[in-house]
């Protein structure tokens, strides 16, 4: 009786991993319940499994009385209500470190997409126009001046590979990071002022929404090119449309955005905007990778070891 299951899945999780908690710890799914079996189910589930992009509020955490583990299939878990999980004991873990290398790898590919248009030269082919003389000269990327807001794991990576382009990097975060080669700039602000091309890879939720407005566009500049690997919240959307309209900035790479999996329409079909179905992390290899994670998480829950990587709040 899928009612009495330890573990609750509550978003999408790849099915192999479902599968082997299925196997090991019996799973119900959230979707496929009705409302009396929700609540039975709710009553007796022991571990929540979300992902990275799930909303999983206080009063939703409430229904389940006997919960104590919630493990996020992702690294960001902005949308998890973690406070209120930690108020009643229950630990929260997530994917860090397995996926870092694809979103840094995503993160290059989007900045080289979006300066050198490969999205629109691809177009520019397959719309024979070619022959009729050759494509747009683009932006340099080798030796530009990078500035990544948010120094974590990933951060790190966008800058080492960003080295192996002879790029000049500079960040931002809350503080300086002791043993970095990279000019520490106090706030956004400045760090934009001073770039060419500006990656995001801030945590989400409350403290960073909106953190990329107008006014921080306008000091990226016409020259500027935006790349947001992080979360669709921590830029504003709508003045990001308003800065490629009036050309303040010169592109925008994008694999995340406000209301996914909505994509805003004014964002197709412009040469200097490159957009991705929020795919960085989204490698066979690092799927994989992420779903072993969770699942040694449950295990260890289950057979009283220490989780792995639990969440220790922002
Ligand atoms: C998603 C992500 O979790 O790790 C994160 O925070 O945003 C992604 O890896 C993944 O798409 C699963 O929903």
Redesign the pocket.
């Known amino acids: 009786d899928k009612t009495e299951a330890r573990v609750v899945k509550a978003?999408?999780l790849p099915p192999a991993l479902a599968k082997r908690l299925d196997e090991t710890c019996t799973l119900a799914d959230w979707e496929l319940l009705d409302e009396a079996e929700r609540q039975t189910a709710a009553e007796n589930a022991r571990v929540l499994a979300v992902?990275?992009?799930?909303v999983i509020t206080a009063e939703f955490i409430a229904q389940f009385p006997k919960l104590e583990l919630i493990a996020?299939?992702?690294?960001?878990?902005d949308g998890i209500d973690v406070a209120a999980a930690h108020a009643r004991g229950i630990a929260v873990t997530?994917?860090p470190g397995v996926?870092t290398d694809d979103v840094a790898d995503m993160a290059m590919g989007l900045l080289l997409a979006t300066s050198r248009q490969i999205v629109e030269a691809q177009r520019f082919v397959e719309r024979g126009e070619w022959a009729k003389g050759g494509f747009t000269w683009t932006k340099k990327v080798s030796g530009g001046k990078l500035g990544i807001a948010g120094m974590g794991r990933i951060g790190q990576a966008i800058a080492r590979r960003a080295s192996g382009f002879d790029m000049v990097i500079s960040y931002t975060d809350r503080q300086p990071i002791a043993g970095l080669p990279y000019a520490f700039a106090a706030d956004l602000k400045t760090l934009a002022s001073e770039v060419d091309f500006l990656i995001i890879c801030v945590n989400g939720g409350e403290k960073t929404r909106a953190l990329v407005d107008a006014e921080i566009l306008t000091a990226l500049g016409a020259d500027g090119i935006l790349i947001n690997i992080a979360?669709g919240t921590v830029v504003d959307e709508t003045a990001l449309i308003a800065a490629l309209d009036a050309g303040t900035i010169a592109g925008a790479g994008l694999d995340?955005f406000e209301r996914e999996p909505e994509v805003p329409a004014a964002l197709y079909g412009r040469p200097n905007v490159v957009v991705t179905p929020?795919m960085?992390?989204?490698t066979h290899a690092t799927r994989k990778a992420?779903g072993d994670l969770v699942f040694d998480n449950v295990a260890a829950h289950f057979s009283g070891e220490a989780l792995i990587t639990p969440v220790t709040p922002y």
């Open positions: 978003a999408f992902n990275g992009e799930s996020d299939f992702g690294v960001g878990y997530n994917t996926l979360r995340v929020h960085a992390s989204a992420m």
